[in-house]
């Protein structure tokens, strides 16, 4: 039971939870990467950093096969690795790295995330919902996000005046770590500045098993938001008695 008058923080989710994915579908999303790493295959070759056809189509299958191994990685222990990292693992593989100042490697994940980035929209309430929640008196306010281009995050934020409304925009590939991670939560806690013993006065409202169960362990209440749209081989949340709601704009009824 949410214990509304103690509320000293409010931690979202950001997809489908603050936002939505135009026609959310698994082939949409790789279309998307595929899209992204073309993007950025053609920028190293104008750049004379990928020289031949052969290169590029080197470069494109060793990233492909090093980013199924980062999700099966990701999955056992819960470390992210930033898309910055792994361009620099396949670079550095293909002995590359040597010819890329810090220009590219800040731009490759930018035209990686390029597609994926255009097409997340804030859902309907979003806005006036942070504006309204922004009124309360100390409630500090904060996105986690399991993203590992921390700055596409933050650029999807900006492009729809909404980071405004938060003290702090936390990804697991600023930290390193993704939820339900523990430690990333404590993390977010502590950039808050809310003292740890007052986690249970904090609520995480997510859309996913990471978000609820991460949040549970992690000793912070929670509020699952039900969304639509269905993942494959999404894990059930083993709780009863969640706080749900179906429109963020319900979270303030509970402050």
Request: proline content about 3%; glycine content about 4%.
């Amino acid at each position: 039971m949410i214990e509304i008058s103690k509320i000293k923080g409010l931690i979202f989710d950001f997809g489908f939870t603050l936002f939505y994915f135009e026609e959310a579908s698994l082939k949409k999303y790789i279309n998307c990467y595929q899209k992204g790493l073309q993007k950025s295959v053609d920028f190293l070759f104008r750049r004379n950093i990928l020289k031949t056809e052969s290169i590029k189509k080197e470069f494109i299958n060793k990233f492909n096969r090093m980013q199924n191994e980062i999700f099966k990685e990701r999955n056992k222990g819960h470390q992210e690795y930033p898309t910055r990292t792994l361009f620099r693992r396949i670079c550095r593989s293909m002995n590359l790295d040597e010819d890329i100042n810090e220009e590219v490697w800040e731009e490759l994940p930018n035209l990686f995330h390029s597609f994926e980035e255009e097409e997340w929209i804030p859902f309907e309430n979003t806005h006036n919902t942070l504006t309204q929640l922004k009124k309360v008196p100390h409630l500090k306010l904060a996105v986690l996000s399991n993203h590992p281009h921390h700055t596409m995050i933050e650029q999807v934020l900006n492009r729809y005046n909404l980071s405004q409304f938060f003290d702090e925009i936390i990804t697991s590939a600023e930290y390193g770590m993704r939820k339900p991670h523990i430690d990333i939560f404590d993390y977010t806690i502590k950039k808050l500045g809310i003292k740890k013993e007052d986690k249970k006065n904090i609520i995480m409202c997510g859309d996913e098993y990471a978000d609820i169960m991460g949040a549970h362990r992690a000793g912070l209440q929670i509020v699952l938001i039900e969304r639509e749209y269905k993942f494959p081989y999404e894990k059930d949340i083993p709780l009863k008695d969640i706080c749900r709601i179906k429109d963020i704009s319900e979270i303030l009824n509970l402050i």
